[in-house]
């Protein structure tokens, strides 16, 4: 099924193997969860507009499915968000701020 109009062109086929890769860790992780029917249909979006949207050939760096590239990526930017976290929930019920919070000293 998701290969119907894969790899017809040099320039797809460039992309299959890594997006094949890609699709089956997401489905092991996901066959975990019982939303998993879901979470299938919200890749598949994902991915089918990710795909069409590709101009390039994929860099060395970039040849590698999802879970291989992601947490490179986030490490990079995990110290920015966790602040951008704390400082969105930093706030007293009534708008003023509490004061300097860091994200290790936020819990639920």
Do not use: C
């Not at 890749?43 to 860099?59: D, F, G, M, Q, Y």
């Amino acid at each position: 099924m998701l290969q119907i109009g894969r790899g017809e062109d040099h320039f797809d086929r460039q992309f299959v193997d890594i997006d094949f890769e890609s699709f089956d860790h997401f489905l092991n992780k996901a066959n975990t969860f019982d939303d998993r029917v879901e979470l299938l249909e919200n890749w598949i979006a994902r991915k089918e507009t990710e795909i069409k949207s590709r101009v390039n050939l994929p860099t060395l760096e970039m040849k590698k499915p999802d879970h291989k590239i992601s947490p490179g990526l986030l490490k990079k930017i995990q110290h920015a968000r966790e602040n951008l976290v704390a400082n969105m929930l930093v706030k007293e019920s009534d708008g003023d701020l509490k004061g300097k919070t860091t994200y290790k000293q936020l819990n639920s």
